[in-house]
């Protein structure tokens, strides 16, 4: 249906544009600082269509993408409790992280090269609190884990999972509480610079907004088009559950999560996390960057032979007590950079619409803060962390 320009659209200081991960922390952040603030989204978050669903998201305090993620992380967990004793809700479980890896392995693709060295580097830059242990400790500690000899284990007591969709939901109920409007199943059509501020057109109406927050997830580079179609490329991940044998039971519901690369090739990685209470079930997925999809044509079913490849590929040898079919399973979306860092700047068109999404697969931890960042950034003109690692300038973007 066409929206007439004649029209009288709604006016608010900031908008976002899609409420996921990072979207509902920028809404809370700015309904905290009394912005009158409108959230925009195609859905109702939380939701499973985009990035942000599955139960739970591994959480790191010493970051082995790169020191200069610690700073988001530790903010991060900060606003977690702050919420977790505003509310009641538990979001953030720690209960410890074990990255495996071989001893001096060097490669695991572009942003987890040397990933245990570099994060046993963060970890002693910030002093964040962690044990090396040999492949007979970890045998030890954790007898689900049957690591090779030459392999060797990061443990970060601190470490954790979150609740990826309470922390979406609890943020999204605070920022209304304070007085942000929410625009759901609302799509965005387009986003544009118009007079003093920015005109948004969607399939409800037109919104005008002084700034934009666009964190649209694997929608963003449809929605912005160029640079950012080029930049911003979206794929399909599958997590699994598997159930967990009785006599594993107890370990696997005290297990750490866990990070395992287990070869030179970005493919030969895989986590996991222990089973939830009530559920006798793991979460486990390995990584896929060879399959590019639009979000609206992914293939949301995935079929037995891959949960068997999960297993095949990665869990065989390396945990033990599961059973042997997968319970279920799930899609989800990365959306990846070339060097697999974040993108968080301004358009190159626009002073007034900041993209903050996406997060190339490890975003989920550092969004509370992303959330803080992005608000002071539209309000500000600075933020309390550097992001400036995140600019867009760090791309040839020429046509
Ligand atoms: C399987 C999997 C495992 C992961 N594991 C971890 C982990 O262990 N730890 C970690 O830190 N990170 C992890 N991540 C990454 C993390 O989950 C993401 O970085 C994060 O969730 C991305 O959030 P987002 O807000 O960018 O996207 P989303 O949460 O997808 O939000 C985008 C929102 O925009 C809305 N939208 C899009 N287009 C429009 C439009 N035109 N109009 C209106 N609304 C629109 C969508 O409906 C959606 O709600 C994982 C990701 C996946 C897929």
Known sequence: MGVSRMSVARSYDVA???????????????????????????FSPPHDQGSTHGETRITRQA???????????????EIWEELEAETGERLLTRNGCLIVEAVNSVSNGVVRAAFLDRTKQAAKAYGIPHDMLDAAEIRRRYPQFTPREDEIGYFEPGGGYLNPERCVGVQL????????A???GTRVLSVSPDGNG??????????????????AGAWAPSLLGEPFKRLLTPSRQVMHWFEVDPDYAEHWSKSPVFIWSHGPSPNDFFYGFPSLSGTNAIKTAGEQYDAFVH?????????????????????????????????????CLYTMT????????????????????????????????IGEVAAQWVLDGKTGIDVSAFALSRFKIAA
């Open 295 to 331: 979000p609206d044509e992914i293939e949301r079913a995935v079929t037995p032979a891959e949960s068997d490849a999960m297993r095949a590929e990665h869990l065989s040898g390396r945990v033990q007590g599961l059973r042997r079919q997968a319970l279920r399973a799930a899609t």
């Open 16 to 42: 976002v544009i899609g409420l996921g991960a990072m979207g509902a922390a920028a809404l809370y952040q700015l309904a905290k600082r009394g912005v009158k603030a409108v959230g925009i989204d195609r």
């Open 182 to 184: 929410a625009e759901l």
């Open 338 to 369: 070339s060097d697999s860092n974040f993108l968080i700047d301004r358009h190159p068109e626009s002073d007034r619409i900041l993209v903050v999404s996406p997060c190339s697969g490890h975003g989920f931890k550092h969004s509370a803060a």
């Open 63 to 77: 970051i082995g993408e790169g020191a200069v993620y610690v700073p988001l992380a530790l903010r991060s967990n």
């Open 198 to 215: 920015v005109r948004i057109i969607t399939d409800r109406g037109e919104l005008l907004a002084g700034q934009v927050i666009v964190s």
């Open 173 to 180: 109920e605070r920022a209304r509480a304070l007085g942000a």
